[in-house]
């Protein structure tokens, strides 16, 4: 029987040129969508777990082709819910080498904005689920989004239901009169599982630790949130906008695991990676110890790097096989 | 020396799945800029005028492309300014046969809706223009918007320069608190020139005329407007989505001048139709007596739609042709 | 609450050159899936109906992305099952005007065709069902899909769930060793509504009777097999491959019903026409008096004309505005 | 055994924008290779006979490209000839209704145009031929190129092999020095048939006979080139650019035959359509006699305009089907 | 005069996705054609040799637009022969770095598959041929393509022409009831070039020597089978699916000879790469001493990497630059 | 206040196969036009400054298309003339790792080498202008070109402006009767600013010292011509075709600067990166010293091989951040 997760947060419209062509040179756009929960669930799904987003459209026919999007890989879609009148957007120009990818935001004002409490059931969502995912987009969107958020994990807590938090945030999205570091806290006492950075950390929650590395700031993390099992990092580094190194870490309380670095020699679409680490520690957790969570996770967010648009619709076997060692990414006939 | 126009209005990106397509289908979307008043622009530019359309757009990339768009079909654009996020933005699912086409507006909120008085200096503007051309769109999309209209028609007035209004307008594109009838009028005592309907003239003045026909409807407008020369209408018979037929009507307070029928059997692209007849219109009215002009903006009309995209890009000699009676579409070597 | 309707039948991968292109011409094929029964479900679901479709896929990638597909155009996939390797096939080449549509299938020995009686669990299946739908080409097939098929009419009928056949077949397609004379009967005396033609009440149960128009053979049909209660026909006039008339027929036993002849221009695809129509009269039957509903079968058809794809992707407003008589079109903002 | 015709004159790139849109919209340009006389030479292939075409390409990969064009579509290309550096091309922006196509050729100084007497050895080209066919084009473009054809058509009357020529041209591309009146006479008096209309007949041949008639043109031409057994004209009635209208005329010397007037309502491509009457007619003479041959001819025409490119693609079941009344164009399955 | 060059075997319709994108994501697929041994054939059309491909394809529209792919590409297909109604298929996905490219075959039940001896004339095809070359592949597919092949290399050795077999097989394709091993000696003995791999002749001739390295396995097998001249391996390593090194190895029964090791950065596209390294090695063979074929078949092999689709494309000048160590891909003006 | 910079020359229509699609393979062409020096002015453009490029195109849809372009991409096109019919046009093929990129150019009678002294008003052009740049492309194409530069570059001088000239030209190019070392000193002597390389200064000045270095080279330049106050060169070592390194290298009569190696590990277009290097020089000399100017001409021409097309789009913002050693190409939101 597959293990079930509930994601949730907003889907945003896709638009980019195609191939390397900058703005200036498009005459049309690729479409897809994407967000960085959904992307988590939908990972998820390809590895063979059910799952479910929630989240709230525009009630016309670009609110219901974003759904579509969403059930042909493998969501659950009966909790959207529909209303008002715009759907998020993100527009994306793909660089490559020194020239950096840009993305432009048109998402103030969105439907899913606009979402205020008590709007989504969440114990009918949790209901048979074995996992809440949330990220640290979501409460930076509105005051709404962000109830609702803490409706979700309170709710979660409540049935028994781990939660796991991926709590990066951009401190020029919050606009709604709130800091990061006065909301994330409030989701994470929720948590049982943080994905974090070691700069996440200090901003987040202020610690004026400058030279502490990881390992030791994760544990300082469990120290003020004793709720939490696992902090998990994922470090890249960033040699060219073609060319990656990704290697995981975690943190357990008792032992400081790290996979191997994967060396990601020709990107295709850098997007959602991180989302694909998310959705391989999901993974992984639920079916394996910490060492290979960690191994997996990190091989799902390699193999994300080639795979255009958000999500990583690669298989269950593709993640277990460069998590085994195999780097040689030989024809499968 | 080219006569010169200028037009005002706010342009949006046009996102539409290719061929017929709908929503649910669409995997890209085809990309063009468009907005009546700039269709307006490019059409006259086309047909060998000069021309600049005067408009705000985000200070972005995709503000500066839609910028690109509008010099790459012939528009000065150095009155154009630049300021906030978004820009205004349309989908269109393009019908056939019984099919309608489908529409969907995500422009609340955008750049130019947020334009205020005095952020475009309409003397530099008008200085040395021939004409200047509105429509009943921009007053609707926000109080910013019609006051720069006003301004606008107003330093025309003082300046002796012709000013054409197209008074079509969507009341339930009215939302920042004034109607359409109370607003639309305060530009038609401005302007020398009127596009609009027998439905159009009877609502937006409130008109109890219900057996009128457009002739004495005209009539009735040049008494309460007596600053108006011409009251121009273009009668559309919808067949279906594939087929309509266009005939234009004119008043000039003295004479009725009907143009010929024209019937379009094979529709590629209707958006933008009206726009092409006032763009026909008003380089008929300034080169031609007006039986030509009225003639010559039908078949600028009819023209358009064959051509893809919101944009009459047909030359003068195309429209000439065809006003003077050759339907053959005859290929040319 | 919606109404549910269940189909089963095979889905086949759709190749078809770009546009107008001849497959002596082609360097890509569109692609998209379709087949006569899950073309009904899909129809019926864009109209507010539950639907879910019953096949049997390749257990591989492309059985995969095919049952994606019947997702993302929102069916339930639950009772699709998977084994061997073959997904059905067929290309498709676009005829205009005197030049005919070619299609070249590649069936024979799909994964579908491989199904055998109780590989599917019907009562399961049809469990809250409001409708089962079947057609003449399942049981053409194989003898495997004939025997599920006619599972499935057993199972309907025992729950008292309403059963309609679209029994035209192609002679040439029964290859399996039984003739489509002794087989279609024995699902027919299950079914409550059956669409058909003249020739296909002659040639299906050999009656003599060549002057006998559509009325008479339907007053003979339920003669014949008193359970149907609507016998059900749609004409449709081949003026040439881009213009096309249809009209619906109607018997049930009472009074003669016949919808309006609509004329379809300029159409863009007219496969999966007979599907919308069968698509049409259920949810008509569903929901109106049976005049309604054969008009309303029109309709669906004939607006199918004008989706690109096997399937009717247009919103009940949209059909209902045809069965109410717009036939205009006009642009929907 | 297949009858085998050999054809004579340029090829050139075709670039035109996609679908409908304008020389000012395009992005990328479609790419096909044509030539009245090679297209000629393609459908007869397409309709089972043997063909070769003789023509000149530059020497680099444009020029392989354009051989392996003609190779796909299944002519013999082992006579043509390589040099210099130039292909000839034309483009072509697609009309609608009354919006005319536009052609701009680019073909001045091509290979072909470079061409020299006796670079083709015609004795071994013409052996094994059933038929010759050259076109007004070829001795406009260059007098090499005329030699040539003057050399060919002498070549094949020493052989006793039967000449076609379509002798439409158009005067303003007769540029090296010699009229068309001078020239053509003098390879009309090596032709069998000839493919012409009344103007064409006036102005080549300078008869002052304004208002004679096709047949009484044909009857005279004879008279003045006793060589001549056959006067074939094509009357396109040219409703627009969408809808045309086709009917063939033979004179033999003896009695005057017409085909049905075909109605091709939605044209997909109206270039080449001329070439594809003179390949139906030459099939026709081949295989039927001269009312069938007319008939044949005016088929193949009509079907021609449904076909995207330059070359007729249809099969001889096509045509046959269509000369025999069939204009359905329903769906072969 | 240039060499001539035989292969016998299925060409298979390829159809792929755009770009990366997964088969999950495809709303369209990339279409081409390939078969190992036609493969071979067109390389060494480009090369500059004459070529002729035997095969036989579905007697409809899709066996003859596989026809004219190979006529386009410069093979003779006056050898193919027509039968039965299936195209063998390959679906292909192509992967990057870490991520396999994926393979579905839907070969089975095609019309090369139903070959049968004696349908092909082998003394009329290999009239005039230098060289004829069969994979393993083909006798796995069928006992009647084992049969044809063995026709043929028995013909071959009778008319003096040599024969080159490249004799990998995958032991899951061998369906018919024969081996492997039982088949491909039989094959082996009318060879004088065999390509190979270590694996390869340890497999395919049961030989238990798990040490030996090539060049002993290479002896051995000359001693097995003293018909054969050359014993030829290619040495791929995969360092991922993006970068792979390539080198070539021959025992001539004399020296053994190694190529340079070629390093492919940035794969295109790796299918069909084995097939250039054979096409190499046949020019090489037939225009130069045994130290320049082996370089030569290594340069070949490593430019198809940069070439979409199955068939090596580039030139005689391409690959003598390379072989003689040039290998900066500089821009040719 | 934006500085203005003025180029001339030869504006190409430029036609690629899709992605790495051999000329083989094409279907269709994607569209851009391109030449030396216009690139240089749009690249001046796309980094803040004003820009105008002189040039002349035939007088049809073609020619207004090219205008166009330029226009689209910012450059002021009031100095564009229009006469004859040709377009100059390339065609590329785009290679990878060892597979060159190929150019076919047809630019012969091209509108631009009709062009004539006298034709440009060259004191109106450079009125307001800050910088004029030229190639040795241009005097190559045809007398009159040669006579139209040597006409600017002394009305430059006349003027006081800034000339630069990068003087790399090909000696094939040279057809008109003059050579490349008659031509271009005569141009380099009213030039203040050199691009070359060591061959460059070598071949064009014949200067007998093979031994010398660069440094050396520019002195004895300054020596021969003491009006320039710069020499400048690019060093590209060229791994292959898919991998670049870039160096500048400045000698400015007293210090030789030289800028970091950059390093293009993943080209995606290498046409025109020479260009992007003389516009990031003419930027940087204009508002840098030296040092810098060198180093951001470097980043320019690195950023370029990352952009299809022939011009460098991206902003200033990219090569200042590369300029300052930011290699990571990392998203920016």
Chains 1, 2, 3, 4, 5, 6 share one sequence.
């Not at 060492?291 to 990190?298: E, H, M, N, P, V």
């Amino acid at each position: 029987m597959p293990k079930k997760v509930i994601t949730f947060g907003e889907v945003m419209m896709r638009l980019s040129p195609p191939g390397y062509e900058k703005f200036s040179q498009a005459s049309s756009f690729d479409l897809v969508y994407g967000g960085g929960e959904a992307n988590v669930a939908i990972s998820c799904a390809y590895l063979g777990m059910k799952a479910a987003h929630v989240t709230r459209f525009p009630d016309n026919a670009l609110g219901r082709a974003a759904t579509q999007f969403l059930r042909k890989h493998w969501l659950s879609t009966e909790h959207v819910i529909y209303g008002d009148q715009m759907l998020g957007k993100y527009f994306l120009e793909k660089g490559a080498v020194h020239r950096p990818s840009e993305v432009i935001y048109e998402r103030e004002g969105s439907s899913f904005s606009l979402i205020e409490p008590s709007m989504i059931n969440w114990e009918d969502v949790l209901k048979d689920a074995d996992w809440f995912h949330w990220t640290g987009i979501t409460p930076a969107i509105s005051e709404g989004a962000y109830f609702c958020c803490l409706e979700a994990v309170k709710a979660a807590n409540k049935m028994g239901i781990p939660v796991s938090g991926d709590i990066n945030s951009r401190s020029n999205m919050w606009k709604y009169g709130k800091t990061m570091q006065e909301v994330i806290p409030t989701l994470v006492e929720h948590s049982d599982v943080v994905i974090t950075s070691s700069r996440g950390i200090r901003e987040m929650f202020e610690l004026d630790r400058p030279n502490d590395k990881f390992q030791d700031l994760a544990i300082e993390l469990i120290n003020l949130f004793p709720n939490i099992n696992k902090v998990v990092k994922k470090t890249r580094r960033t040699l060219s906008a073609s060319h990656n190194q990704i290697q995981g870490k975690l943190w357990n309380g008792k032992t400081y695991l790290t996979s191997n670095m994967l060396n990601i020699t020709h990107i295709i679409d850098r997007v959602g990676t991180g989302d694909a680490f998310a959705a391989g520690l999901i993974y992984g957790l639920l079916h394996y110890n910490d060492a290979k969570a960690i191994a997996f996770a990190s091989a799902a967010c390699a193999l994300k790097h080639t795979v255009p648009g958000d999500v990583n619709m690669v298989s269950l076997e593709n993640v277990q096989s460069l998590m085994e060692g195999d780097t040689s990414g030989a024809i499968k006939r």
